[in-house]
């Protein structure tokens, strides 16, 4: 009923994109909306989630005698779409090919692109405790002359120690060690040297560590499954980089964390290489680039890196 007055309502009303010509005769790559506010629901490792979004809507202008595109079109697409059916990538072809459609003839292409943070639940490394972690996440769909692609970013954060202060701080250890005893080692037992590592003041240094993150964006295979590609690129990329920050911790699980920093010593560099081969031997990515940021404690900038899978026309570093 009220879609039939709203009807009626705009019949009587003017409507300068129809009635119209442009005054310039060119076309448009891009027209839409942009920060479009929606929930979506999503179903994702047997899990049910409702997560605000914001969403980027666009059509191109290729009739280049048309005013404008019909806007409002594109929002009620969207809305109906995600009312109630599981966030999935049938679902972001569906509203691709509807986008065109409503444009009767204006459109040959359209894309999408929702912006949410993904919730999962992660077990601490010793204890029984477990946590949430959010992890940013953008899909986007193309749509061109009836094609479909489907990309998706990722931001990823995890913990990096400096190779180069770990061995700095190895040597600043094992010369106060020598000072410490360096009149004393006829009496040196294998228990004194255990006493000693435990004393605060025998650790003279520590390496630096810091926050680090890698940002994913990669192009998916057609006949991948969003919600089984996007938990494992982001379980193949902590894997790959041994060091994912933890939520809820007790000290067993905070050690555990010092002792995978020590046997995990990155660069930037390093990063960027674990997760280059981790994506290169993804059998859901078509193509990847990614950057890797350490924020470091010891400057004021940050360590950047970045690799792309360097496929002809793909993504460029």
Known sequence: MLIEKDKLVAKTLPDVTTDSSAQIFETLSRVGMGHIEMPIHLHWSGQAQ?????????VSIDDNKAKGIHMSRLYIILREALKEATFDESLVKNVLSQFVKSQEGLSESSSVEFKFNYLVKRKALKSEQEGWREYPIVIKGVQNKGQVQIFCQLDIAYSST??????????LVKEQFLKDWQNQSDKLSLEDVAEWLTKESSIVATPHAQRSYAYLQVELKESTELSVAIKKLIDDAESALGTPVQSAVKRPDEQE??????????FCED??????QALNQSTEVLDFKLTVEHQESLHPHNAVAVAVKGLEGGFKA
């Not at 409702?50 to 666009?58: K, T």
């Not at 400096?162 to 040597?171: G, V």
């Not at 964390?257 to 995990?264: D, H, T």
């Not at 990063?271 to 280059?276: D, I, V």
Request: hydrophobic share 45%; aromatic share 6%.
């Open 257 to 266: 964390f010092a002792r995978l920093n020590a046997s995990n010593l990155m």
């Open 162 to 171: 400096c190779p180069c202060s770990a061995a700095l701080s190895r040597q």
């Open 50 to 58: 409702v997560v605000p979004s914001h969403i980027n809507a666009y």
């Open 271 to 276: 990063a960027a290489r674990k997760l280059k």
